[in-house]
């Protein structure tokens, strides 16, 4: 897979631009924004990396995640997600566009990874946690029509076309979904975790609506990942208000566990690292060093396969993935 594929890089771009202007509107006074511990392992132990948007991110000293502090405060940051111009660009322009190549080329694979975990389950109760346009749940249905499949989504156009789906919705944040305790059997949070006030609720939500035994898929971005370290604060995966936290696979699977999950296998199985380096340094004159720019202009594409396959097996990759399982009760 390669970047250009999911995302039109000019559109991104407009997307970021605007992304930094409504940060600008939406988050200008000191009392849109609070101080907080890190949202991950909860140190106040941090250290100072660098500002950008008008956001400072901190890399926590114990659990080394990357987030944004002081973060905006939840009912702002609410607001902004509702109202702001980027939100609305981000749908219309940006995702819609390429929303049937993302189906092919993410959705699909995903189905099918959670079709064979559930292929010994009768009748299992499926939920996605911040659903959005129901695609990755059109493509489970597809796969066993036994399964019930649920979109957990907040938003009200979302949600308005998950039902235009025959998708069930429960229409709200996963924390404020009553009556719906030990009721599915898998959980999935695709790319949420990065963007949430306080992720350790949604972690505490998913494991009261999961019945024991039941499982949570959880993938995010790894702030200790290839493409995000080489490029550090000129990455463009590493943008406020959205994108607050990005902690690592250590990080994420200690929460779990706190939270009283146990941890099935944590992975990191990204394939665009390398390509998107390569697009900044070739697209956007990124300065790498020497032997990196070389490799963009000149490398093989067998030695670029065999890079990614690399960074991939040794969890370097800044897109992980972590299964884990509620226990039985003894």
Aim: aromatic fraction near 10%.
């Amino acid at each position: 897979m390669k970047e250009s594929e999911i995302r039109n890089a000019s559109v991104h771009d407009q997307y970021l631009e605007l992304v930094r202007l409504d940060a600008e509107k939406y988050f200008k006074y000191d009392s849109h924004r609070e101080n907080l511990s890190c949202p991950v392992c909860d140190s106040v132990s941090s250290k100072n990396e660098f500002k950008k948007f008008g956001f400072f991110y901190v890399t926590c000293e114990d659990c080394l995640t990357l987030y944004v502090n002081p973060r905006p405060k939840l009912d702002r940051l609410e607001e902004f997600y509702i109202r702001s111009e980027s939100s609305r660009f981000w749908v219309e322009e940006f995702f819609k566009p390429v929303a049937e190549a993302r189906r092919e080329k993410i959705f699909r694979p995903r189905a099918h990874k959670v079709a064979e975990l559930l292929i010994d389950s009768n009748d299992p109760v499926v939920g996605d946690i911040g659903a959005g346009f129901g695609l990755f749940l059109e493509e489970l249905k597809k796969l066993n029509q036994d399964i019930h499949s649920v979109a957990i989504e907040p938003s009200s156009e979302m949600a308005q076309i998950c039902r235009s789906k025959d998708l069930e919705v429960i229409q709200c944040i996963i924390e404020k979904a009553e009556g719906n305790d030990s009721r599915f059997d898998f959980l999935c949070s695709f790319e949420l975790f990065e963007h949430l006030h306080d992720p350790k609720t949604m972690i505490d939500g998913a494991f009261r609506l999961l019945k024991p035994g039941g499982k949570l898929l959880l993938t995010t971005l790894n702030g200790l990942g290839f493409d995000i370290l080489m490029m550090w604060k000129h990455s463009k995966s590493v943008f406020p208000p959205h994108h607050l936290n990005l902690s690592n696979p250590n990080a994420v699977s200690a929460l779990l566990e706190k939270v009283g999950f146990e941890v099935v296998h944590a992975e990191t199985p990204g394939e665009l690292d390398w390509d998107i380096i390569e697009g900044s340094i070739i697209r956007d004159s990124f300065r790498a060093d020497r032997f990196w720019t070389y490799l963009a202009h000149h490398g093989k594409e067998e030695a670029k396969c065999d890079l990614q396959s690399w960074i991939r097996r040794h969890r370097l990759s800044s897109h992980m993935s972590i299964l884990a399982l509620k226990p039985m009760p003894l």
